[in-house]
């Protein structure tokens, strides 16, 4: 059923991904917001799509992926009258496509409010060490939303400690294997130094009477 707003139907909206297909479209778009189109038209399947009621495109939104990072980027619109409407609708698909690839944090540097109002924050220095290199450009103000714990990240600080474990644990094992040795000489010593006083005694009470003369 389509909700009505004072006696009228609104126009229903459907997000979808870009194809090739729409790289007219999004074309003059880009034109219009005088983005780079030729870097966009290779990366087309890249974003979210809005359609009106007559299956125009009115409206799309890229998400970017480096590993497990995502930037979303380019959003342009027919009419920015309608981006209030759009924004929230291609937000859900974005933040369903990157669920589905695992992505661990969203950046973007697109400055209208309503990234903020999802979440989107300015990262401090550790979080902006995450951002990917081929991202990175001077005088670029960004926001940033962690999505989820980096798995590889925390996997490998697991193996690095359990390395590390390991590595004191085969120290400790030569300082024991070390001392082991030593206790070993030391009673090897002790049994040479008595053998050496038994002889000696014996050498004494065998030649006392020599001795005493």
Sequence with gaps: MIPKFGGMSLPQYRVRRATLEDVGTLTALWVSMRFPVEDLARRVTEFQVAEGPDGAVVGAIGLGMV?????????????????DTLRPMIWDRLQAVANNHGLTRIWTHESAPFWHHCGLLKPDAAALE???????????????????????????????????????????N????????????????????????????????????????
């Design 67 to 83: 590993g497990k990072q995502g930037q979303v980027h380019s959003e342009a619109f027919t009419d920015f009258a309608l981006s």
């Design 130 to 172: 995450k951002l990917p290199a081929q991202w990175q450009a001077p005088g670029r103000d960004w926001l940033t939303l962690k999505l989820r714990e980096d798995i590889e990240a925390v996997m490998s600080v697991d193996k690095e400690f359990a390395m590390f474990m390991e590595s004191e644990k085969e120290r400790t």
């Design 174 to 213: 030569r300082a024991f294997r070390h001392a082991k040795m030593l206790k070993m000489l030391a009673t090897v010593l002790a049994l040479v130094i008595l053998v050496l006083v038994v002889l000696g005694a014996v050498y004494v009470m065998r030649n006392q009477g020599r001795l005493g003369r």
